[in-house]
């Protein structure tokens, strides 16, 4: 009942920028939350980022804190992640996702999440 896609990935050197986008359809819920998660190649899947859709709430993980930002456009249904300041180790498949709290989301569980958008930090 949910469609997620995310854009805006690509290549770049350390230090360098990407903004992420994810716009959602379908039916949707305004108490649900919103969020990132990545996963690298040889890795577990890793909590990036989560808002509360309605408060505005934010969570990072430790890894991010101070380099990423994750917002949302409620008008056009769509979160995003902007990412500064960028590592090698940043580098994985970046998922957007959604579940029915942020703590669900922080927790690496979710009910929907897209196909994905590549982010290769080069050093």
């Known amino acids: 009942q949910v469609q997620l896609v995310e854009s805006g990935g690509g290549l770049v050197q350390v230090g360098g920028s990407l903004r992420l986008s994810c716009a959602a359809s379908g039916r949707t819920f305004n108490n649900y939350a919103m969020g990132w998660f990545r996963q690298a190649p040889g890795k577990e899947r890793e909590f990036v980022a989560a808002i509360s859709w309605s408060s505005g709430r934010t969570y990072y993980a430790d890894s991010v804190k101070g380099r990423f930002t994750i917002s949302r456009d409620n008008a056009k249904n769509t979160v995003y992640l902007q990412m500064d300041s960028l590592k090698p180790d940043d580098t994985a498949v970046y998922y957007c996702?959604?579940?029915?709290?942020?703590?669900?989301?922080?927790?690496?569980?979710?009910?929907?999440w897209g196909q994905g958008t590549q982010v290769t930090v080069s050093s």
């Open positions: 996702a959604t579940a029915p709290d942020v703590y669900t989301i922080v927790d690496n569980r979710y009910d929907y």
